[in-house]
């Protein structure tokens, strides 16, 4: 396998696998997400479901967690053989003439994604994984009886450098999703006459989804 | 028109190069950039100073020897062409033109404006053919009917001139849109079809061996390319490459 992933096809195969697996878990992440703008207990309901079932917290978080690190980590891989490629760069090189900002930057809205997810991971799975995990506290409730998620995401926004924080780290994941989700059929060989509508689809997913996630922060904060 | 270029000088692949300034007067809208290149050489020559050295063979755009980075990319601005065809009606009088050559380590400079580009060969070498025998009994080629879409598509695979635009426009220095029409070009053809999983295994194996850089999807070869090669062709090999891998 390791032998495998040394050529550059198989590993653009492999991230372009990873990436749709973490573009499938957004769509997830965010229907879950923007039942909080609708009903505090619809969402405290799913949270407390995806917190505590097993099959989510032992079988899908792990392979979660490895997609993550994969993506990030084959990521950096592949950028420190693009820059061995060329050694000299030129004097003049005008990108734009043949390529979009998006796709040449990949690496730096990943890199600034990746610096949002630390962030993330600390606002919100750390403390989960302290009250669950060390605490030993399964039942999701807060001192008062109640569930504690809802009151915790309204909470969380109410500072405006977090929610600014979130929409700057949503606008890079929107950058990255416009060429990384057409590219990853591409990348597995899939080129033929329903590409073009399948840039669309993959397109309007890339600007609607982080839009989505900047409306729930926006809403929070402002409510 | 009157023209101020910046080109690259460097003496031989051992030694470290410079962007050197050159004042160009009198350039007619309808010489060549090559032409323009001639008259350059032929004043510093006159004036008994080393001409610079470029690569040019045919000068009618089928050949792919003429490289060069103009004003950042690919044989400069217009599109579908190569350099040899690029006229200076395309600038205008007083432009600064950057001329570097095409940047890949997989390309090392040679002198001035002239890179090696054998490890394309290389890359052929690896896969890029069919084993025929021709002593005697070879078949007629209409013997074995190959339907049209294939026949176009692998003979549109087939028009690139490995002239290596594509490394040299890819923020990467990626071979694959070269690679994959060389693949595809026979990965279409049944002639093909026997050597098709060596072929695509061995083909990538050099590519990689040799340096380049990964596809990132930029589309930028694509546009650069001087005879369209499309995109098409490398997912087309990125499905060879995977079923073989599988296979193999």
Same mark, same amino acid.
Request: aromatic residues 12%; glycine residues 8%.
């Given at each position: 396998?390791?032998?495998?992933?040394?050529?550059?096809?198989?590993?653009?195969?492999?991230?372009?696998?990873?990436?749709?697996?973490?573009?499938?878990?957004?769509?997830?992440?965010?229907?879950?997400?923007?039942?909080?703008?609708? $009903?505090?207990?619809?969402?405290?309901?799913?949270?407390?479901?995806?917190? /505590?079932?097993?099959? *989510?917290?032992?079988?899908?978080?792990?392979?979660?967690?490895?997609?993550?690190?994969?993506?990030?980590?084959?990521?950096?891989?592949?950028?420190?053989?693009?820059?061995?490629?060329?050694?000299?760069?030129?004097?003049?090189?005008?990108? $734009?003439?043949?390529?979009?900002?998006?796709?040449?930057?990949?690496? #730096?809205?990943?890199?600034?994604?990746?610096?949002?997810?630390?962030?993330?991971?600390?606002?919100?799975?750390?403390?989960?994984?302290?009250?669950?995990?060390?605490?030993?506290?399964?039942?999701?409730?807060?001192?008062?009886?109640?569930?504690? #998620?809802?009151?915790?995401?309204?909470?969380?926004?109410?500072?405006?450098? %977090?929610?600014?924080?979130?929409?700057?780290?949503?606008?890079?994941?929107?950058?990255?999703?416009?060429?990384?989700?057409?590219?990853?059929?591409?990348?597995?060989?899939?080129?033929?006459?329903?590409?073009?509508?399948?840039?669309?689809?993959?397109?309007?997913?890339?600007?609607?989804?982080?839009?989505?996630?900047?409306?729930?922060?926006?809403?929070?904060?402002?409510? | 028109?009157?023209?101020?270029?910046?080109?690259?000088?460097?003496?031989?692949?051992?030694?470290?190069?410079?962007?050197?300034?050159?004042?160009?007067?009198?350039?007619?809208?309808?010489?060549?950039?090559?032409?323009?290149?001639?008259?350059?050489?032929?004043?510093?020559?006159?004036?008994?100073?080393?001409?610079?050295?470029?690569?040019?063979?045919?000068?009618?755009?089928?050949?792919? $020897? +003429?490289?060069?980075?103009?004003?950042?990319?690919?044989?400069?601005?217009?599109?579908?062409?190569?350099?040899?065809?690029?006229?200076? %009606?395309?600038?205008?009088?007083?432009?600064?033109?950057?001329?570097?050559?095409?940047?890949?380590?997989?390309?090392?400079?040679?002198?001035?404006?002239?890179?090696?580009?054998?490890?394309?060969?290389?890359?052929?070498?690896?896969?890029?053919?069919?084993?025929?025998?021709?002593?005697?009994?070879?078949?007629?080629?209409?013997?074995?009917?190959?339907?049209?879409?294939?026949?176009? !598509?692998?003979?549109?695979?087939?028009? +690139?001139?490995?002239?290596?635009?594509?490394?040299?426009?890819?923020?990467?220095?990626?071979?694959?849109?070269? *690679?994959?029409?060389?693949?595809?070009?026979?990965?279409?053809?049944?002639?093909? !079809?026997?050597?098709? /999983?060596?072929?695509?295994?061995?083909?990538?194996?050099?590519?990689?061996?040799?340096?380049?850089?990964?596809? $990132?999807?930029?589309?930028?070869?694509?546009?650069?390319?001087?005879?369209?090669?499309?995109?098409?062709?490398?997912?087309?090999?990125? %499905?060879?490459?995977?079923?073989?891998?599988? !296979?193999?």
């Amino acid at each position: 396998m390791s032998g495998f992933l040394n050529s550059t096809i198989a590993r653009k195969f492999a991230m372009a696998l990873s990436g749709l697996f973490l573009v499938i878990f957004l769509a997830q992440h965010f229907f879950i997400n923007i039942t909080s703008v609708f $009903s505090a207990e619809t969402f405290n309901e799913f949270s407390h479901f995806m917190g /505590t079932n097993g099959f *989510v917290q032992y079988v899908a978080q792990p392979i979660l967690i490895f997609g993550v690190v994969f993506h990030f980590v084959m990521g950096f891989v592949l950028e420190i053989k693009n820059r061995n490629a060329r050694k000299i760069s030129y004097a003049r090189y005008n990108g $734009s003439a043949n390529s979009s900002w998006m796709s040449r930057n990949m690496i #730096y809205s990943g890199g600034f994604i990746l610096i949002f997810l630390v962030i993330h991971f600390i606002d919100f799975w750390v403390p989960e994984i302290n009250i669950k995990f060390i605490e030993g506290d399964m039942s999701g409730l807060d001192a008062a009886g109640n569930y504690r #998620y809802y009151d915790h995401v309204v909470h969380s926004f109410e500072p405006i450098w %977090r929610t600014v924080l979130y929409i700057v780290g949503f606008v890079f994941l929107a950058l990255h999703l416009i060429h990384g989700f057409q590219s990853s059929f591409q990348s597995m060989g899939f080129n033929n006459k329903y590409s073009k509508a399948l840039k669309g689809f993959t397109t309007a997913y890339a600007i609607i989804i982080p839009l989505g996630f900047i409306f729930i922060a926006l809403y929070h904060h402002l409510n | 028109m009157n023209l101020t270029l910046k080109i690259w000088r460097q003496s031989d692949a051992g030694k470290k190069g410079r962007i050197v300034d050159y004042k160009i007067d009198d350039v007619s809208p309808d010489m060549s950039f090559l032409d323009m290149l001639d008259m350059l050489n032929e004043q510093l020559n006159n004036k008994g100073e080393e001409p610079v050295a470029f690569d040019h063979d045919c000068r009618e755009g089928i050949c792919g $020897s +003429c490289s060069l980075q103009i004003n950042g990319e690919p044989h400069g601005p217009d599109r579908m062409i190569t350099t040899c065809q690029l006229h200076m %009606r395309t600038f205008k009088d007083g432009d600064t033109i950057y001329i570097e050559p095409f940047r890949a380590k997989a390309f090392p400079v040679i002198k001035d404006l002239i890179v090696d580009r054998s490890s394309f060969d290389r890359i052929q070498h690896a896969g890029g053919f069919i084993s025929v025998n021709t002593s005697g009994n070879t078949i007629d080629a209409n013997a074995i009917p190959v339907n049209k879409h294939d026949a176009d !598509k692998a003979f549109d695979a087939a028009t +690139c001139i490995g002239c290596g635009a594509c490394v040299a426009a890819c923020k990467n220095a990626s071979a694959m849109l070269f *690679v994959s029409a060389k693949v595809s070009q026979f990965a279409l053809l049944p002639q093909g !079809k026997i050597e098709a /999983t060596d072929r695509v295994l061995n083909m990538v194996r050099q590519m990689d061996e040799e340096g380049f850089g990964n596809c $990132s999807n930029t589309g930028a070869c694509e546009i650069e390319c001087p005879k369209g090669i499309s995109l098409e062709n490398i997912a087309r090999m990125n %499905r060879e490459y995977m079923s073989a891998s599988l !296979k193999g």
